[in-house]
Each structure stands twice: as structure tokens, then as C-alpha cells.
């Protein structure tokens, strides 16, 4: 139907007003779109976003990760720094895994019309963050004591 005229447009198969629209492809994952129904596209589109944002805080800190890692081999940080920002690479390479997990399921409880599940990955993000503060305070510490 066209958007402007309200008019059957060629790619429309409707035969009348009152008929429904072809049935969708399967969408995938399968576990996720498989059963209940379908939520009001807001909840699912929030969700969505949400889950990209932790996708770009996951990118962040793998980008982190590999900053700390190539300033630590060019200029004279210690070894264990590399240590340091491998597992900051690790932890935004699990973070990303936990916001597909995340969105999974919320929108499984959005299509079987359940509570929320509580985030639980926001906790150990700060956690994370807290103890790559720790760390880059004693290699700072370190860092000036060699001078």
C-alpha cells in the first residue's frame, strides 16, 4: 500500500481490506522468536538499543585492550601490562556475549508477557571497571618508581 495515497501499490498481495498480510519468513534465533507473541515493536526496539549500547561499551574495551597492549610494547611499561590489556580484551569480548544473552532474554519475556529479568551483567561491568581502575593506579605507581 502506498504510503502517501493510501492506494494498493504492485508489491501489495492483499486481495481486500479486510484480509491479512502474507505470513513473515521464520526469523531467527528460533529460540528467541519461536514462541509467544509478538510485543509492541517499542519494547523490542529499547531492547535493541540497549543491547547495542553494551555492544559499543564491549568494543570500547577491547579497543582499550589493544591500545594498552600496542602502548605497552613501544614504550617502557612492564611486561605484565600486556597481561593487563589482554584481559581487558577478554572482558569486553565477554561483555559482548552477555548483551546477545541479555537481549535474548528480555525478549523472550517480552513475547511471553513475563517480568523483566534483572541485569545482572551491570554489576560485574562495574566490578570490571573497578578493578581496571585498581590496576592502571599500581602500574602508574610502578611506572613512577622506575624513574
Not at 87 to 108: D, I, P, Q, Y
Amino acid at each position: 500500500m502506498d504510503g502517501l495515497t493510501g492506494e494498493a501499490g504492485p508489491g501489495d498481495r492483499s486481495d481486500g481490506p479486510g484480509e491479512p498480510p502474507p505470513p513473515r519468513p521464520h526469523r531467527r534465533p528460533r529460540s528467541v522468536y519461536g514462541g509467544g507473541e509478538e510485543p509492541d515493536p517499542r519494547f523490542s526496539l529499547a531492547n535493541e538499543r540497549t543491547a547495542l549500547a553494551w555492544m559499543r561499551t564491549a568494543l570500547a574495551l577491547v579497543g582499550g585492550g589493544v591500545a594498552l597492549i600496542s602502548v605497552g610494547s613501544l614504550a617502557t611499561l612492564p611486561k605484565w601490562s600486556a597481561l593487563i590489556g589482554a584481559a581487558v580484551c577478554v572482558g569486553g569480548a565477554l561483555l559482548a556475549w552477555r548483551a546477545v544473552t541479555g537481549w535474548a532474554r528480555v525478549e523472550r519475556a517480552l513475547r511471553h508477557s513475563q517480568r523483566l529479568p534483572a541485569p545482572r551483567a551491570l554489576a560485574w561491568l562495574a566490578g570490571g571497571v573497578i578493578l581496571l581502575a585498581m590496576l592502571t593506579l599500581v602500574l602508574t605507581i610502578v611506572q613512577l618508581l622506575r624513574r
